[in-house]
Each structure stands twice: as structure tokens, then as C-alpha cells.
């Protein structure tokens, strides 16, 4: 099988697409074939990486990526939650394992049958965006009716963030670029906001929570001025707070939004798994909208 394989710390050119050897599920553990998946390990993963695998380099060659999607091609012993043929999403946490054609995660794992009317590359992209934004807008106590601003609408977590946020009766205004304006709106925004074109937030405004879906790395003026624009016992967020927990619990709501038409995967741009060079050089421009998916190719999916 294909995989892309991680030969050092670096610029995306240190990923090569070679052929390894296919994995054979363990006790409890399923086979997927992977037919999406989301480009680029999330900055958050970078120092538990390298304290499990190497502070320099890799000690090992090791296969990325942290969301899927795909079909149960094989049941290990014991396996009774998915049968084969299941068209499941997940989440594989720190065994990555996903820039694969195969990879194997336990049945007790991030994992849930896919929602009907979803695509492969649908489902790899509400997945990662939704639960990382379901984690920090429950650790803020999101509730109904409360102002919520979103900075970095229109990236991975952002958009899922607005959408999320909305449907739960949250006020919801949008922070992003001019580009992103009318599709940030389109996900339930009531207000967007263009940060290259506004300093500051209007006289008075407050919000219940202001979530960075950015992180810290990158800021402007408008951003600076929402740090401080708190009602009296608001919460302020960043992605860059901690390493999220994701759980199956979160996961199950996410499969609940989006059976429900309420969580809509925004994708950028498909690659093929041997392009994930230039999809990664792609990401890194920061100029994406939602996300960026490596899917297989008709020509490749046997």
C-alpha cells in the first residue's frame, strides 16, 4: 500500500509517498481503507510528537495524519461494534496513522459511522474542524443565547466553530478576511467582520466568549481589541490553549449536526495522497478557506 512517510522534522518536502507493508489488525482493532483525509498535523501535536518519537528526528519513519474516513475492510479478534463494508470518520489521535491507503484503530477508538449524504471528503473535513471546535466552545460553557465572536471564521475550526456556535442559539459574528466575508455569513454567521479592513471592534460591542480559531502565531489590530472585549465573566480562547481531548462522546455530536444538515464540511482544495508536497506547501500559504483534503483518485482507489 501507499503511505506517506515522515523521513525528518521539516518543510513538507521531508514527506515521500513510498509503498509499505499493509497493517493486520490487532485484537479489537479494525482495517480501514482510507479514502480521505485531512493534510497537515495541527501545530497543538508538535511538542507530544517529538517527546514520543524523537526531539531531533523520528526514530522512526512514521505515517501522519490524524482524521479519516473510509470503509471497515477488516475486523481483528473480538471486534463487534462495525461490521466490514461500515463507512466510517474518526479521529486517530497520536497513533496518526491516516496519510495511508490502510490503517488499523481500535473499535473503542474516535470512530462513528458515517452520516448518510456525507462524501469521503466531506466527513475528513467536519471531523477534524468539529471536534477541536466542540472542545473549546464546551470548555468556554457555550449556551443559547450568548455572543460569540470567532476569529479565523473561515479556516478548518472557524468554520465549524460558527456553524457549531449557531446552532446551538448562539449570536454568532464572524472575523475573517474580505474573500471569506459572504461564506462565513452563509454558515450562520449574523455579523462578519473583515479584519484588514477594521482596527478595532465597534464602540460597546461585548461577547459572552471570543475564540482565536487562528492561534497565537498570527494576530492583527482587530484581534488584539477583541482579546478585551468581554462581558463581565466572558471567556477568551485560543487554539493554542492546550492539547484538545477528543472523545466519542464529541464525535457523536458531530455525527448528530450533521445528519441534521447543521455541520458542513468547507474544503479548499482535493489532492491525491501523492501530492501531499504541494498540498502542504498550499496550507502553509495561509490563504485557505476551510480545508485542504488528500483523497484517492478513481485511478487509485482499488
Not at 188 to 205: E, F, K, N, Q
Amino acid at each position: 500500500m501507499r503511505a506517506a512517510i515522515t523521513t525528518a522534522y521539516g518543510p513538507p518536502e521531508v514527506l515521500e509517498v513510498r509503498d509499505v507493508a499493509r497493517p493486520s489488525p490487532r485484537s479489537r482493532e479494525v482495517r480501514i481503507r482510507v479514502i480521505a483525509r485531512r493534510s497537515q498535523l495541527p501545530l497543538q501535536l508538535l511538542i507530544p510528537m517529538r517527546l514520543i518519537l524523537g526531539i531531533r528526528r523520528p526514530r522512526r519513519r512514521p505515517i501522519f495524519g490524524l482524521v479519516l474516513a473510509g470503509d471497515v475492510e477488516a475486523l481483528g479478534p473480538g471486534c463487534s461494534r462495525f461490521d466490514v463494508g461500515d463507512r466510517v470518520f474518526g479521529y486517530t489521535g497520536l497513533r496518526f496513522g491516516a496519510h495511508a491507503d490502510y490503517t488499523c484503530l481500535p473499535e473503542t477508538g474516535v470512530l462513528a459511522r458515517m452520516p448518510a449524504g456525507l462524501t469521503y471528503a466531506d466527513a475528513a473535513a467536519i471531523v477534524y474542524g468539529g471536534l477541536l471546535a466542540l472542545h473549546f466552545l464546551m470548555k468556554a460553557k457555550l449556551r443559547s443565547g450568548q455572543r460569540v465572536l470567532v476569529y479565523g471564521a473561515s479556516g478548518a475550526i472557524g468554520t465549524a466553530a460558527v456553524q457549531i456556535a449557531s446552532a446551538r442559539g448562539a449570536d454568532v459574528t464572524g472575523v475573517c478576511g474580505t474573500s471569506n466575508l459572504e461564506l462565513v455569513r452563509s454558515l450562520g454567521a449574523g455579523r462578519v467582520i473583515d479584519y484588514t479592513a477594521h482596527d478595532s471592534l465597534p464602540d460597546g460591542d461585548r461577547y459572552d466568549i471570543v475564540f482565536d480559531a487562528v492561534g497565537k502565531a498570527k494576530s492583527s489590530p482587530l484581534k488584539e481589541h477583541a482579546r478585551h472585549a468581554l462581558t463581565p465573566g466572558g471567556t477568551y480562547l485560543s487554539v493554542d490553549d492546550g492539547t484538545p481531548a477528543t472523545t466519542q462522546a464529541q464525535l457523536d455530536a458531530i455525527v448528530d449536526l450533521a445528519s441534521q444538515g447543521r455541520l458542513k464540511a468547507v474544503i479548499d482544495r482535493n489532492y491525491p495522497l501523492e501530492e501531499i508536497v504541494e498540498a502542504n506547501r498550499y496550507v502553509e500559504t495561509g490563504h485557505k478557506r476551510g480545508n485542504v483534503i488528500l483523497d484517492v483518485m478513481p485511478s487509485s482507489a482499488g
